[in-house]
């Protein structure tokens, strides 16, 4: 089993809906990430969360550390949001000290169509 | 601040050769991080470098896999004896490493196919 499990692994939408992506990890953390890649490889850090809710522009990201869940929100999604957006944890085990890598989920696919 | 560069983005390599990638953090930020992704999967950890310190090294790294970061600013990854299940897209990332837990600034990746 994953450490990190996201939800779905794929969706398509239509412009203007509401996206949830959904993210359930397994171990003690110290942050979450949510990150989007789009198209060609390159990573953009959206995120970066420990307890509550951020935002940015249409974007909305909640984590609850006992439910170990975190989702992400795009509100009046538009066909340039389409990527791979990717859940990461810092697990308590990697935190201070030496370490600090990321675990990833394997991401989701979001297609918006116009 | 320019971001993280990595070169090259595209390599294409026959099996058995030699190959170097080369990243480029932003300045001043103390971590360094290279992943390996491969198609439809999520990104995983290699190797991690606090400074010039190569502080912790994946399973997944074999004896074919060397990385360094001499001077703590850019780093360096070799693969020798290139094998095709070394095809994947590398990604480095860096950080501050002042306070944790801490963003972590990608680069746009080095895409790795051996034929």
């Known amino acids: 089993k994953n450490e990190v499990e996201q939800s779905p692994q794929n969706l398509t939408a239509q412009e203007g809906e509401f996206i949830t992506i959904n993210c359930s990890y397994s171990v003690g953390i110290s942050a979450l990430h949510w990150l989007q890649q789009h198209p060609g490889g390159g990573i953009v850090s959206l995120f970066m969360?420990?307890?509550g809710k951020k935002k940015h522009g249409r974007l909305i990201a909640t984590i609850n550390i006992q439910e170990k869940h975190s989702s992400l929100h795009i509100t009046a999604s538009h066909p340039r949001d389409s990527a791979v957006y990717i859940c990461?944890?810092?697990?308590?085990?990697?935190?201070?000290?030496?370490?600090?890598?990321?675990?990833f989920g394997k991401g989701t696919k979001l297609s918006v169509k116009p | 601040d320019t971001g993280v560069s990595q070169d090259p983005r595209h390599k294409i390599t026959k099996r058995g050769q030699n190959v170097t990638f080369r990243c480029d953090p932003i300045s001043e930020h103390n971590r360094l991080y290279w992943y390996r992704q491969t198609l439809g999967q999520g990104p995983e950890f290699l190797t991690y470098f606090q400074n010039e310190a190569q502080l912790e090294k994946s399973r997944l790294l074999s004896d074919r896999f060397s990385a360094e970061r001499p001077k703590g600013s850019f780093s360096t990854l070799e693969i020798q004896r290139t094998e095709q299940g070394d095809s994947a897209m590398y990604l480095c990332?860096?950080?501050?490493?002042?306070?944790?837990?801490?963003?972590?600034?990608f680069g746009p990746g080095t895409r790795l196919t051996v034929l």
């Open positions: 969360l420990s307890s």
């Open positions: 990461a944890v810092l697990s308590l085990m990697n935190y201070g000290g030496s370490q600090g890598n990321l675990i």
């Open positions: 990332a860096s950080s501050r490493g002042l306070l944790l837990p801490d963003t972590h600034y």
